[in-house]
């Protein structure tokens, strides 16, 4: 029997892209039509940008074991949030919460391991991207990491928050990504790490200057096997 996931979201088309591809791949593994239960929950988004925008980590925690709790009394045997942002919170959310989590940063660091990467590019929102989250966990795979530019960082959150969230992937967007991950080539990096879960749905992998590690997708991926009964 599969363990039940339960998908705490926070952005839609992020938690949308994590849902349909365990939905996706999981028939491959299970059987024609078949995937693990799952019950997703979210707060309005709105309600979490209040506290990122604040730095007000302990109030996103709360919002994220609110969810916790209620994809848990759903039936839920553990959690997977597919939102590379707030796992800023994730110590507090998990040290409150009544079932386990998946850390988000750890299946893209294991990837990036698995593949020989040894310095990742990070995109995400500015928050992301000039916080630990990724630093801190990728540092425990021995990995070095390197952000874009600050003016960068402003365009990409930017288009983030004005465009991927509300599902509008545009042509100059992509090209916008396609150059700063052209950029983080030049200084180093062997791989980029698609870190807003919108991101992948945007940037195209046949045309990347350089390899992606899909976070979204990763995460998905790591809760299919945790629910199969891997590790």
């Not at 630990?132 to 003016?151: K, N």
Request: proline residues 6%; charged residues 20%.
């Amino acid at each position: 029997m599969a363990k039940h996931i339960g998908i705490v979201a926070c952005s839609a088309e992020g938690a949308a892209l994590c849902y349909r591809t365990i939905c996706a791949e999981a028939p491959a593994r299970m059987g024609e039509h078949c995937h693990p239960e799952i019950t997703l929950h979210t707060h309005p988004l709105s309600q979490y940008m209040v506290h990122i925008r604040s730095g007000n980590w302990p109030e996103v925690a709360k919002l994220m074991v609110s969810s916790a709790g209620i994809v848990a009394r759903a039936g839920a045997d553990f959690a997977v949030c597919p939102d590379n942002t707030i796992h800023q919170a994730y110590d507090l959310a998990v040290a409150e919460s009544p079932i386990r989590w998946l850390h988000i940063a750890e299946a893209v660091a294991e990837k990036a391991g698995e593949t020989g990467f040894e310095k990742l590019g990070i995109l995400g929102t500015k928050y992301l991207m000039a916080g630990p989250v990724y630093p801190e966990m990728l540092g425990r795979f021995g990995l070095e990491s390197q952000i874009p530019t600050p003016d960068e960082r402003e365009k990409i959150d930017e288009i983030i928050f004005a465009e991927l969230v509300n599902a509008v992937f545009t042509e100059q967007s992509r090209l916008f990504f396609n150059g700063v991950i052209e950029n983080l080539k030049q200084s180093g990096c062997d791989a980029v790490v698609l870190g807003c879960t919108e991101i992948p749905l945007l940037v195209d992998p046949d045309d990347s200057p350089l390899p992606i590690l899909d976070s979204t997708r990763l995460l998905a991926r790591a809760a299919l096997k945790k629910a199969l009964g891997g590790d």
